[in-house]
């Protein structure tokens, strides 16, 4: 079976083709225009959706050597992002399943990343518990093999990847801030600074996080300090905040994972592209024989590859809708 996936919900147009389970291409091509403006700007990134979709299906088509009329599905992220960047795919996805004929899948961007420890082998078995963190999103479910999960705990407020670049900002570094902190942690003394670690001691049968605390104590430790000190101990402090994160996210992965039984972990999402959290997930899932299930970091964020994937595991099971009926906006009315 042929899919072609792709992804336009934020500030990455991505197209990729799978082969059978095989990643034959996937193009992503990331916004460079979001830059001067510390974070991601909706209409910039229709635009620049709009811009590149056309380019980047072509791409993803020549480099898996396909022919159009050799894909069997379509699949197409259809939320959660931003509206009008959603659109630019989903609309583009619909059109081009309904002239070839070709059934059109509605993936969920979350559960793309939930899966996205399926788009290579080995792959986790079932059921396993799920740490998805992005920028958008933090959380934590256990997975069954019908590809249902139940939700054991979210964030209350922030997502953990809005942790990283929201302290990031106040760092002075560019956005997305998780990759910078990443780097410059590396050198740094992640004891130089106890930053808060929220809903940990005394939660252990309570999976919400929270982040907005860590924000906060961030904001006031920098404003106690000169611009000197900061800029001398930069790695410091990013290491710093980056434990904090990092060991919120761990403890209370393995917290549940013995509450409810379960013997294997995946972790996904952009924020499971850091070093620090792959680090310590291995080290904590080899010391009490759990099974860990990370993505390559190209896969960890955003990309087409998991739209794809999701709908090659929801295809396995008969879960597409095979009716060749395209249900979103550009074809509701014109379908009555
Ligand atoms: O999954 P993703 O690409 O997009 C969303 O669905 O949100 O995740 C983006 C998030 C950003 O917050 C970014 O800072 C974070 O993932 N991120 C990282 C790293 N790479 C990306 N955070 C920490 N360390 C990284 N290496
Ligand atoms: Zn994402």
Redesign the pocket.
């Known amino acids: 079976m042929n899919i072609l996936g792709i992804e336009s ?2 500030d ?1 147009t991505s197209a990729a083709v799978l082969k059978g389970n095989t990643v034959a291409s996937n193009i992503i091509s990331s916004h460079l225009a979001h830059r001067d403006f510390g974070g991601v700007v909706p209409e910039i990134a229709s635009r620049e959706h709009e811009r590149l979709i056309v380019s980047v299906v072509q791409r993803a088509l020549e480099e898996a050597n396909i022919k159009k009329s050799d894909l069997d599905i379509v699949a197409a992220t259809v939320g959660p992002g931003l509206i009008g960047a959603v659109l630019v795919g989903l609309n583009f996805a619909e059109a081009f399943a309904f002239a070839l004929q070709k059934p059109f899948v509605p993936i969920n ?1 979350i559960e793309a ?1 939930i899966f996205s420890t399926f788009i290579e082998e080995p792959y986790p078995s079932f059921p396993f518990l799920s740490l998805t963190v ?4 933090t959380l934590l479910a256990i997975v069954r093999e019908d590809l249902s999960y139940t939700i054991i705990g979210r964030t209350i407020d922030d997502a953990a ?2 942790a ?2 929201k302290t990031g900002k106040m760092l002075g570094l560019p956005y ?4 910078a ?2 780097k410059l942690a590396k050198q740094g003394d992640p004891n130089f600074h106890k930053f808060p670690q929220a809903l940990t001691k005394g939660y252990d049968e309570n999976f919400d996080f929270s982040f907005s605390g860590l924000k906060t104590s961030v904001q006031t430790y920098l404003s106690n300090q000169t611009d000197n000190f900061i800029q001398t101990h930069l790695a410091d402090i990013c290491a710093s905040i980056q434990e904090a994160i990092t060991s919120v996210l761990v403890t209370k992965t393995i917290q549940a994972v013995q509450k409810y039984g379960i013997e294997t972990i995946s972790v996904a ?3 499971s ?3 620090e959290l792959r680090r310590k997930f291995e080290r904590a899932c080899a010391e009490k024989g759990f099974a860990l299930h990370i993505p390559k970091p190209i896969y ?3 990309n087409a590859a998991m739209i794809a994937s999701l709908a090659r595991l929801k295809a396995e099971r008969g879960q597409i809708d095979n009716t060749l009926r395209y249900n979103y906006p550009a074809f509701a009315a014109f379908q009555g």
Request: hydrophobic share 15%; net charge negative; proline share 7%.
């Open positions: 919900s934020c990455d961007h990343h992005s920028g958008g999103h990847g809005e990283y670049d997305p801030a998780g990759p902190i990443d999402g952009g924020v592209a850091n070093s960890s964020t955003d």
